[in-house]
């Protein structure tokens, strides 16, 4: 149950629901790479990234693999397609693997993880959790329609910043699959912005050197196009 309360999704969460997750969760770690399955299947239930972090991958139309979000420690997984009732499409096919050095994951069967979702105020905790989940994508589709794909970038490093300038970005290829370009230009912006001192790396990520730079170059009618040559 400790490891459950440590999870900024489930932070103040009722006793009875922490109880619940606790007796109906198991703990299944990861290897690199490895994908979060259920019994050979592809995972339909609920759980909660308890350490190191989890990538969600698509395959593209053309056969390529596509990192498409990422999940962190603390994070549910599973929610949106717990939750989807039917529509007019099918949903996209999408499958959880274990990032970086491997994962541990608290997982909950389907029919568990509905219950559990009716009690006390864990109704609630999921759609506020969704609802954040959707303006972020919304935010992120806005981005997409900056140009040229150096401007897009740079507006989206600024999206991503905390308090400060402080940056932990997904990996170049994530980042490339939400702006609609590659991670060979994610990177080739990157490598610009570290050489013109305007990002400089630090233990844990990035961090924003010369921020009014920046929000000069994520502005249109300003940037600079050769920063995606």
Not at 33 to 45: A, H, I, N, S, Y
Not at 69 to 97: K, M, N, S
Not at 112 to 126: N, S, Y
Not at 162 to 190: D, I, Y
Request: charged share 20%; glycine share 8%; aromatic share 6%.
């Amino acid at each position: 149950m400790l490891l459950l309360q440590s999870s900024r999704w489930l932070a103040d969460a009722a006793p009875t629901a922490l109880a619940y997750a606790a007796e109906h969760m198991a703990l299944q770690t990861l290897r690199r790479r490895e994908v979060l399955m259920r019994q050979g299947q592809p995972f339909d239930g609920l759980a909660v990234v308890v350490q190191g972090s989890l990538q969600a991958m698509q395959t593209t139309l053309d056969g390529y693999e596509a990192a498409v979000a990422t999940a962190q420690a603390g994070d549910p997984v599973g929610l949106v397609d717990l939750l989807r009732d039917g529509g007019d499409h099918p949903p996209t096919p999408l499958y959880w693997i274990a990032h970086a050095g491997g994962a541990m994951v608290a997982v909950m069967p389907k029919a568990h993880a509905l219950q559990w979702l009716t009690m006390a105020d864990m109704g609630l905790r999921a759609a506020r959790w969704l609802a954040r989940y959707v303006s972020d994508g919304l935010a992120w589709q806005a981005l997409q329609g900056l140009h040229p794909v150096a401007v897009r970038i740079c507006a989206a490093l600024l999206h991503l910043a905390a308090p400060g300038g402080a940056l932990t970005l997904p990996t170049q290829a994530e980042l490339g699959w939400r702006l609609n370009t590659t991670r060979e230009s994610v990177a080739r912006v990157l490598q610009r912005l570290q050489r013109d001192g305007v990002l400089a790396r630090r233990e844990h990520g990035w961090q924003i050197v010369d921020m009014p730079a920046l929000q000069r170059l994520a502005r249109p009618p300003e940037s600079l196009d050769d920063l995606d040559g």
